[in-house]
């Protein structure tokens, strides 16, 4: 297997992949596109990135390092799309627990997905401790913030 093979395939399940070019040792990161690969040195400018074509890649560079992406483990029913009542924007969050607002750091609950499991929304009931009142917005966290990852997945999915 040739290192474009070994990069297409490592591609699939990996957030990233840090590559070294054989003939200077300049390092990098890279992913598969249309015309090949790019490859991104770190330039905040973008002067040293550029666009290989496959055989080029399988000649002049080796994979160093495949770090692995949490889309692996992601699910669609982990995530849910919500209402936030204090920025009144639709965010993804987690589907059990308190999230903090991806958009204005607020605690939110997966109402919607409470509502279907549980039928209509009853304060006095609510597991996450929701009473309809300003106190929502003190409610403790119990999830990490959601990533750029969690958040793409889960607009793409749910």
């Keep these: 297997m040739n290192e474009y093979e070994k990069l297409v395939q490592a591609d699939k399940t990996c957030h990233t992949l ?4 054989k003939a200077t040792g300049k390092e990098g990161v890279a992913n ?17 990135d550029k666009t290989v074509s496959t055989e080029v890649f399988s000649k002049n560079f080796e994979i160093t390092a495949e770090i692995a992406s949490m889309k692996v483990s992601m699910k669609p029913e982990d995530y849910t799309i919500e209402y936030c ?3 009144e924007s639709e965010v993804a969050i987690r589907s059990h627990g308190i999230t903090t607002c991806p958009s204005c750091g607020k605690p939110l609950a997966p109402c919607s997905v409470c ?10 009931l609510c597991p996450y401790g929701c ?5 929502d917005e003190f409610k403790p966290i119990t999830n990490p913030p959601m990533t750029e990852e969690e958040i793409a997945f889960a607009e793409a999915n749910c």
Aim: aromatic share 12%; with cysteine.
């Design 18 to 21: 840090e590559v070294r070019e």
């Design 32 to 48: 598969t596109c249309e015309y090949g690969v790019q490859v991104f040195y770190g330039a905040h400018d973008g002067s040293d």
């Design 85 to 87: 009542p204090y920025c």
């Design 115 to 124: 509502c279907a499991e549980r039928g209509d929304c009853n304060y006095g």
């Design 131 to 135: 009473t309809g009142g300003a106190e």
